[in-house]
């Protein structure tokens, strides 16, 4: 069974960083694409970015150019590196997992960003 545990969220003002991390188990994450996804209070769930198993990643709109994502196959983790945040980044932050059959989820880290 895959189990994700997100940590690093937290209250930061504008303008400031977050590092956000998943750490993996109960997978063969080197062969496993990961992804992060926030959820901005009520509103829907939206992608952040995705990391597949060689490396390559794909940021949406909302994190090109300020987010960077990163994995450590070694520490089954990936990293999410949150720079010049700003109010609208405050949401639940997901850590998702494939390996090719579905989604798992981790339980979510907390992120606000305050004015």
């Known amino acids: 069974q895959v189990q994700l545990m997100e940590s690093g969220g937290g209250l930061v003002q504008a303008g400031g960083s977050l590092n956000l991390s998943c750490t993996a188990s109960?997978?063969?994450?080197?062969?496993?694409?990961m992804a992060w996804y926030r959820q901005p209070p009520g509103k829907e769930r939206e992608p952040v970015a995705i990391?597949?198993?060689?490396?390559?990643?794909t940021y949406a709109n909302i994190a090109k150019g300020r987010f960077t994502l990163s994995r450590d196959n070694t520490k089954s983790m990936t990293t999410l590196q949150m720079n010049s945040l700003r109010p609208e980044d405050t949401a639940v932050y997901y850590c998702a997992h494939t390996g090719g059959s579905g989604w798992n989820w981790g339980q979510g880290t907390q992120v606000v960003v305050s004015s």
């Open positions: 990391i597949t198993m060689g490396g390559s990643t």
């Open positions: 109960g997978t063969d994450f080197s062969t496993a694409a």
